[in-house]
Structure formats: C-alpha cells, structure tokens
T-cell receptor, first 109, second 113 residues
Framework: AQRVTQPEKLLSVFKGAPVELKCNYS??????LFWYVQYSRQRLQLLLR??SRESIKGFTADLNKGETSFHLKKPFAQEEDSAMYYCALSPTGANNLFFGTGTRLTVIP | KAGVTQTPRYLIKTRGQQVTLSCSPISGHRSVSWYQQTPGQGLQFLFEYFSETQRNKGNFPGRFSGRQFSNSRSEMNVSTLELGDSALYLC????????????FGNGTRLTVT
C-alpha cells in the first residue's frame, strides 16, 4: 500500500535561512511525486512535480528513489513562503493523490 | 478562466440525513476528483470521474457516491450521515487525468450534528 509521510507538522525558520520540508513515501511501483501548497485564505495549488524538474518560487525537490524521499528545499526562505505544504503521491497511471499530513511552515521576519 | 467552483460553501445537516455537494470543473477539464479533509485523517481520496464514468475509487463506505454529467460537472452524495462525516470536501479537476495537475476548489464545509 502507498503511504506518504511528512514527519514535521510545524516548521519555523528565520527569513533568509534555508528551509527543507521532509517527505518520505512508500510505494512498490514508480509513482509521481508532487508538492502542493495552501497559502492563507487560498485554495490548495500545485507547487511542483518531480517530472518537471523545475524550480518554482525558488523551491526545488529531488526524487531519491533509494531513500524513497522527495524533500522540498529552498536556500533562502521568504515571509511569503509561510503556508501549509503537502507532499503527495500519484500511483502509476492514476490520477488520484495520496497526501501526507502536511507541514505548516512559518517564516519569521 | 474561472476556477473550480463548489457549492454550497457551508452545510449543516443532522445525523441520518443525506447531502449532495456540487462541483463545476474548469472549462475543458474532463476529470473530476473528490477528497475529504479532516483534522485527524488529513486529505483522503474519495473517487474520480472521467467522461461520466467512475475511474478510481478510494477506501470509503458505499454511503459515499458520486456522478458526473455530460458537461463534466460532478455531484457527490453522502447518505445516512454520521457525525464523523463532518469535514471539508474538496473537488479537483484536471484536463484528462493520468498525472495531470489537479486544480482544487475552495471546498464545501459539511457539519453533521
């Protein structure tokens, strides 16, 4: 069975500091991995996906199949990065997502 | 383009009643998925519809059902409501599914008393 684990419910960093939100998954096949973000009073939206290999708002995430991890990183946190972040997995060929429990990131000015 | 629209925004129902939630996807999107969000369980997948057919189903009891119309609009129905059904129900649409980006609505907050 598939599972997504985000070990930190809350994470606080100072503005300008590096940030890493952890995500580990378990799945026997080759999943697609995503990071979704929900800013205050906004709807849940896609931040990035591993197959795109792109940087969005300065965030990157590398899929490590050996460690089954998909950690989200940003070298210099900004106040506007404060939000709820969800790691999600989509099984091969499917369109449904399995979400982690989310990490609330707070960037302290 | 208008985003995913969910109606109503809030609902209060009594145990044993049934409820219908509606979702209008982004124009051109043919896949509609439903998720339940609760503080205890987080975001859980309910089901996905594509071209009026249920293509995928999560691990929820049969009291939870849905359908999709020819214009891709979708409804979700919950019968014999239980207190534990109180949750935020999110709808998401995508172009065709199979790994497409999901676009979420603002959700319908259901409270069962």
């Amino acid at each position: 069975a598939q599972r997504v684990t985000q070990p930190e419910k809350l994470l606080s960093v100072f503005k300008g500091a590096p940030v890493e939100l952890k995500c580990n998954y378990s799945y026997s096949g080759s999943p697609e991995l995503f990071w979704y973000v929900q800013y205050s009073r906004q709807r849940l939206q896609l931040l990035l996906r591993h197959i795109s290999r792109e940087s969005i708002k300065g965030f990157t995430a590398d899929l490590n199949k050996g460690e089954t991890s998909f950690h989200l990183k940003k070298p210099f946190a900004q106040e506007e990065d404060s939000a709820m972040y969800y790691c999600a997995l989509s099984p091969t060929g499917a369109n449904n997502l399995f979400f982690g429990t989310g990490t609330r990131l707070t960037v302290i000015p | 383009k208008a985003g995913v629209t969910q109606t109503p925004r809030y609902l209060i129902k009594t145990r044993g009643q049934q409820v219908t939630l509606s979702c209008s996807p982004i124009s051109g999107h043919r896949s509609v998925s439903w998720y339940q969000q609760t503080p205890g369980q987080g975001l859980q997948f309910l089901f996905e519809y594509f071209s009026e057919t249920q293509r995928n189903k999560g691990n929820f009891p049969g009291r939870f059902s849905g359908r999709q119309f020819s214009n891709s609009r979708s409804e979700m129905n919950v019968s014999t409501l239980e207190l534990g059904d109180s949750a935020l129900y999110l709808c998401a649409s995508s172009v065709a599914g199979q790994g497409d980006t999901l676009h979420f609505g603002n959700g319908t907050r259901l409270t069962v008393t």
